[in-house]
Nanobody, 121 residues
Framework: QVQLVESGGGSVQPGGSLRLSCAAS????????MGWYRQAPGNQRDVVAL???????NYADSVKGRFTISRDNAKNTVDLQMNSLKPEDTAVYYC???????????????WGQGTQVTVSS
């Protein structure tokens, strides 16, 4: 079994910061891309930031300059540092990974359970 477990969500005032962390565990052979998505009520799940195994990053335009994604390949973790948070950043944030488990013949998409981020005064 493979699991992605997130931590670090919560409530913060506008302009504040939060750091989300995600750890992948289980029968993992290889992890390729990792990242974060978010979903606000009534909206679709959208990409926030992605990072390749080599460290290349991509960000949604709405978070560029405010959010930073990083990963530790040795620990199978991916973090999202969120600064200058805005009310429109309020959403459930999901960790995402493309990985190959030992018991699978190909890489598949895996998701965490989600963590709530609320930005409000």
């Amino acid at each position: 079994q493979v699991q992605l477990v997130e931590s670090g969500g919560g409530s913060v005032q506008p302009g504040g910061s939060l750091r989300l962390s995600c750890a992948a565990s289980g029968s993992i052979r290889s992890i390729y891309g990792m990242g974060w998505y978010r979903q606000a009520p009534g909206n679709q799940r959208d990409v926030v930031a992605l990072i390749s195994s080599g460290g290349s990053t991509n960000y949604a335009d709405s978070v560029k300059g405010r959010f930073t994604i990083s990963r530790d390949n040795a620990k199978n973790t991916v973090d999202l540092q969120m600064n200058s948070l805005k009310p429109e950043d309020t959403a459930v944030y999901y960790c995402y990974a493309v990985l190959r488990a030992y018991y699978r013949d190909a890489a598949e998409n895996y998701w965490g359970q989600g963590t709530q981020v609320t930005v409000s005064s």
